[in-house]
T-cell receptor, first 115, second 112 residues
Framework: GAGVSQSPRYKVAKRGQDVALRCDPISGHVSLFWYQQALGQGPEFLTY????????KSGLPSDRFFAERPEGSVSTLKIQRTQQEDSAVYLC?????????????FGSGTQLSVL | GNSVTQMEGPVTLSEEAFLTINCTYTATGYPSLFWYVQYPGEGLQLLLKATKADDKGSNKGFEATYRKETTSFHLEKGSVQVSDSAVYFCALGTGSARQLTFGSGTQLTVLP
């Protein structure tokens, strides 16, 4: 596609529900990143994939957060047993190779509200 | 660890005014520095970048110079337009870690 596509655009969940957020990166982009952006803050790194391999998951806040990219293209971020503090915008970004200094292309994000 | 400290907003300017948004950083190694911009209703997009000391990044009339001695990467524009109204994020990336570290963002509003 022309850009990074994320769905759904908005998600409302009751506390304790599981949610799945989808990211469709730019075709051919090797690297894929997930970020969490709280209201009024900058994005914070969650996890990074190179093709299907998850090379860094140091930013995932707890074991309730899980991400996968099984075929090296589309990625899913899953949050189990959601809590109110999980409310944020979840951003996906991709890049051609992921080297230092390389431009990231961001999606518009999924805004998650946990009630 | 890495961190980015960004000038707090919001910033409100009149059209054609001079803009400076301050950004300082702490990093291990030799980072690359970035400014990303988020226009209303859109995703983050790269505005400019610099990958080594004394490099100047520029785009759309915006400039920022990588100053290693002051660990700064301040964003400037000589004459802002209403269409520049957006949130601006300073960020850094280092070679050993693929992810970017972002500042908290500065909301800019330009009035006609």
């Amino acid at each position: 596609g022309a850009g990074v596509s994320q769905s759904p655009r908005y998600k409302v969940a009751k506390r304790g529900q599981d949610v799945a957020l989808r990211c469709d990166p730019i075709s051919g982009h090797v690297s894929l990143f997930w970020y969490q952006q709280a209201l009024g803050q900058g994005p914070e790194f969650l996890t990074y994939f190179q093709n299907e391999a998850q090379l860094d998951k140091s930013g995932l806040p707890s074991d309730r957060f899980f991400a996968e990219r099984p075929e090296g293209s589309v990625s899913t971020l899953k949050i189990q047993r959601t809590q109110q503090e999980d409310s944020a915008v979840y951003l996906c970004a991709s890049s051609l190779a992921g080297g230092q200094g390389e431009k990231l292309f961001f999606g518009s994000g999924t805004q998650l509200s946990v009630l | 660890g890495n961190s980015v400290t960004q000038m707090e907003g919001p910033v409100t300017l009149s059209e054609e005014a001079f803009l400076t948004i301050n950004c300082t950083y702490t990093a291990t190694g030799y980072p690359s520095l970035f400014w990303y911009v988020q226009y209303p209703g859109e995703g983050l997009q790269l505005l400019l970048k610099a990958t080594k000391a004394d490099d100047k990044g520029s785009n759309k009339g915006f400039e920022a110079t990588y100053r290693k001695e002051t660990t700064s990467f301040h964003l400037e524009k000589g004459s802002v337009q209403v269409s520049d109204s957006a949130v601006y994020f300073c960020a850094l990336g280092t070679g050993s870690a693929r992810q970017l570290t972002f500042g908290s963002g500065t909301q800019l509003t330009v009035l006609p």
